[in-house]
C-alpha cells in the first residue's frame, strides 16, 4: 500500500505541468549506476532550507511556477529537489534517483530480483531529457531510476 502513495507523489511531481520540480538529469561524465538526482520533502520548506544549507553548504533556487519546491544546488550545480511534503512526511517521501543505460533492462531486472514497478513508470519526461522509473525493492524501500535515454528513443524501430 505504501507503493500507491508514492508512486502518486513521484509521478506528480515530474508530470508535465506540475511546476513542482525539474527533471532528474545526471552530470555529463556520470556513469550508469551512480546517483543522477535526489528529491527531499519538508513540511517546513524555509527551516529545511536553513539546516540544510548549514549542514552541507547548499544554496537553492526558485523554481519557476512554483513556492512549494526549490532546487538544491551544490558548487553551482543543481543536484536535486527539496519540496513541501503532501501531508505527513514519512520515510518513503526521499527519492534517489540512479543513472541507468536501459531504464527497461533495469526495470526488467528489479522484477527478477523480487522488486516491483508501480503502475505508471517507466515515463518518459516532458522535457525530453530521458526517462524516469520507481523501483520498490523486496523489502518496501523506494528507489528512482534515470535514464538520459527517452523511452520512445530507445524503442526499436517498426518493420
Known amino acids: 500500500m505504501r507503493t500507491f502513495p508514492l508512486a502518486l507523489a513521484t509521478m506528480m511531481i515530474l508530470a508535465t505541468g506540475s511546476g ?3 527533471s532528474p538529469h545526471a552530470p555529463p561524465g556520470a556513469a550508469p549506476g551512480r546517483v543522477a538526482w ?11 532550507q536553513k ?8 544554496t537553492f533556487a526558485p523554481l519557476q511556477g512554483t513556492d512549494l519546491a526549490v ?3 551544490a558548487g553551482g550545480e543543481a543536484i ?14 526521499g527519492v534517489v534517483y540512479i543513472l541507468v543505460a536501459d531504464i527497461r533492462d533495469r526495470c526488467a531486472e528489479a522484477t527478477r530480483l523480487g522488486g516491483t514497478i508501480p503502475p505508471g513508470f517507466p515515463f518518459d519526461l516532458s522535457d525530453g531529457a ?3 522509473a520507481l523501483v520498490v525493492d523486496p523489502a518496501g524501500h523506494p528507489v528512482g531510476m534515470y535514464s538520459r535515454t527517452p523511452l520512445e528513443a530507445a524503442a526499436p524501430a517498426a518493420p
Not at 535526489?38 to 529545511?48: A, R
Request: aromatic share 16%.
Open 80 to 93: 536535486g529537489t527539496l519540496r513541501v511534503a503532501e501531508g505527513a512526511v514519512s520515510p518513503y517521501n
Open 130 to 132: 530521458g526517462a524516469v
Open 51 to 58: 539546516f540544510y544549507g548549514g549542514l552541507f553548504g547548499w
Open 71 to 73: 532546487e538544491i544546488v
Open 38 to 48: 535526489f528529491d527531499l520533502t519538508s513540511s517546513d520548506l524555509q527551516l529545511s
Open 20 to 22: 513542482f520540480a525539474k
